[in-house]
């Protein structure tokens, strides 16, 4: 529906509005089919206006959105993942509700400083959130939101440096995204 995104872009430009939003995307499509439509819609846009990506929470849909030009997001992924005892680490996906964490006593993620990380281990936010306790939902809402924020950050900093790309690769090869069969959220 290239056609329809066109139309829609020239004429919501034309009304000259403090900003514009992209939607209908991030609700089934492949990432390739995602990055495809936000390399044609974008450009369509004022650079010198917000461009928000409604819907779209991963990091790494994030840092693609930014690549092609995104500047804002919104999505309920960070909580909603974080509800179920999964956790965004610097190393990927963390199931902290596994077995696998009942005796582990070292943080979410070690390489992040935000309360959650600094203060309780893997361990007892498991048992928190094996309890029903609903301060380990909020600990581990809390973390995925910290790293969003701080990951984003980071983006900026790349920017910044000029250096998007190489953030990008690095990111992703830490993560897990390049991995065969890599898990997304």
């Excluded at 849909?61 to 999505?75: K, N, P, T």
């Excluded at 509800?83 to 963390?94: D, I, K």
């Amino acid at each position: 529906f290239k056609d329809l995104r066109k139309q829609s872009a020239a004429e919501l430009t034309a009304m000259d509005f403090p900003g514009y939003s992209i939607g209908g995307l991030s609700v089934g499509e492949s990432k390739a089919e995602m990055n495809e439509m936000l390399e044609f819609t974008t450009p369509l846009l004022p650079e010198t206006k917000p461009r928000y990506l409604m819907g779209v929470g991963s990091p790494d849909a994030l840092i693609d959105g930014v690549i092609r030009g995104i500047d804002m997001f919104d999505c309920v992924l960070p909580t909603r993942i974080a509800r179920n005892g999964t956790c965004m680490t610097s190393h990927g996906r963390l199931v902290v509700k596994n077995a696998a964490y009942a005796h582990d006593f070292g943080p979410i993620d070690d390489n992040c400083d935000c309360y959650t990380c600094r203060n309780f281990s893997r361990a007892y936010v498991r048992h928190l959130i094996k309890a029903d306790e609903t301060f380990g939902l909020r600990l581990t809402s809390y973390h995925n939101l910290y790293f969003l924020l701080h990951t984003m950050k980071q983006v900026r900093q790349a920017i910044m440096d000029d250096n998007l790309l190489d953030f990008r690769a690095e990111f992703f090869e830490n993560y897990g995204f390049n991995k065969p069969n890599a898990r997304n959220f």
